[in-house]
């Protein structure tokens, strides 16, 4: 074996829920994974204050608390944490064919599974008052945040299913949502549009736009801008949220797994296996719709569990693999 190739049992791709999840329990299982964390070790929760949904905190807790009671909680049973990114991977389409993947552009790992939870990324307008104000008011996941605004003004800014869907649950809590669209349609399904417009405390604002969050420290208002006339206007919020999509981390894997259109992995139903064996995914990386950390959680579960079920069950290829073709359909 060269000096620069290193060979484990279960390599485990990203840091979050998902992944830590996925550690404690493969490592309980005697899998001795060893994780790499990518550029945001702990994940998305790092980037909020408060996790109030999550089950066992009675008190709530901090995000980047709770992440760190996670990797704690996944070393303590021999999990080894490393910081560096996955640039590459090379999966073996044989079933206990060893898969290889890249650290930083530089040293390869070999692994008899994978475990891939790297996640989803929120899309974000890119204003400078929407960055400052994160945290502050602004935020990309009102299930996650929404209670905090319980009787307040809110808006929210998006024209897609998601952001109808996200619209309804924010009006269910608050006392009024402005919802801003920049077209003057919505790409929503027709019953998600019929529910917004049915929905009294929604006000929806076509060909509108964000102009500025305002605010110092946290959301006071909303400068919106209508994109047909020019005209400005500014209310009052505490919140705003946006729901313009998701981008899922899987660019390195575009050439080996199947992938839904928008870039998620497809994963077998009820199972967290892909269409390699001895590859799996987990958390919002192959799941568009929940994308909470519990169900990230549960799913890096079922990765560690779907993983240890298939080392058990097959032959592991003894041999170096040389780097794989990849797959003629995938
Ligand atoms: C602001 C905000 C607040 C939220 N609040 C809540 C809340 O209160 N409650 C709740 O349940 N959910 C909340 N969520 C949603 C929750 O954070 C996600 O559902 C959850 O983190 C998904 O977990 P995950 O493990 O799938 O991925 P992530 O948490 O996204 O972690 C992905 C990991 O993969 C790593 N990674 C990516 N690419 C690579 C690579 N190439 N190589 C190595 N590593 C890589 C990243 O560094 C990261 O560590 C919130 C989300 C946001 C953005």
């Not at 279960?10 to 996925?22: D, E, H, K, N, R």
């Not at 060893?34 to 994940?43: D, R």
């Not at 894997?253 to 269409?275: A, R």
Request: aromatic letters at 6%.
């Amino acid at each position: 074996m060269s000096e620069n190739i290193e060979r484990v049992k279960c390599l485990i791709i990203g840091s979050g829920p998902a992944g830590y999840t996925a550690a404690i329990y493969a490592a309980r299982a005697d899998m001795k994974p060893l994780m790499y964390t990518g550029m945001e070790p702990g994940g998305q929760l790092t980037t909020t204050t408060e996790v109030d949904n999550f089950p066992g905190y009675a008190d709530g807790i901090d995000g980047p608390q709770m992440m760190m009671d996670l990797q704690k909680q996944a070393e303590r049973f021999g999990t080894e944490v490393r910081i560096g990114m996955i640039t590459e991977v090379e999966f073996s389409r044989k079933a206990g064919g060893i898969h290889r993947a890249c650290v930083d552009n530089s040293k390869w790992i070999e692994a008899e599974s994978v475990i891939i939870s790297t996640g989803a990324t929120a899309k974000y307008l890119g204003l400078p008052s929407e960055q400052r104000l994160r945290g502050g008011g602004v935020s990309a996941c009102a299930v996650c945040d929404g209670f905090f605004f319980k009787g307040q003004d809110v808006a929210i800014v998006g024209g897609g299913d998601t952001a109808a869907e996200e619209a309804t649950y924010l009006a269910n809590i608050c006392r009024k949502v402005t919802m801003l669209v920049r077209k003057d349609y919505m790409k929503a399904s027709k019953a998600m549009q019929h529910r917004v417009e049915n929905t009294a405390n929604i006000d929806l604002r076509y060909n509108t736009e964000v102009d500025e969050i305002l605010g110092e420290q946290v959301v006071e208002g909303l400068r919106m801008i209508n994109n047909k006339t020019g005209e400005k206007e500014e209310i009052a919020i505490t919140g705003f949220f946006v729901a313009i999509g998701h981008k899922p981390n899987t660019e390195i894997f575009k050439d080996w797994l199947d992938m839904d259109d928008t870039g998620y992995v497809i994963t077998q139903p009820k199972t967290t296996k892909t269409n390699i064996p001895g590859v799996f995914a987990s958390g919002d990386v192959q799941d568009k719709v929940y994308r909470q950390a519990i169900t990230a959680a549960g799913t890096g579960c079922m990765a560690a569990l779907d993983a240890e079920r298939y080392l058990a069950e097959i032959d592991i290829e003894e041999d170096i693999q040389k780097p794989q073709t990849k797959p003629e359909t995938v």
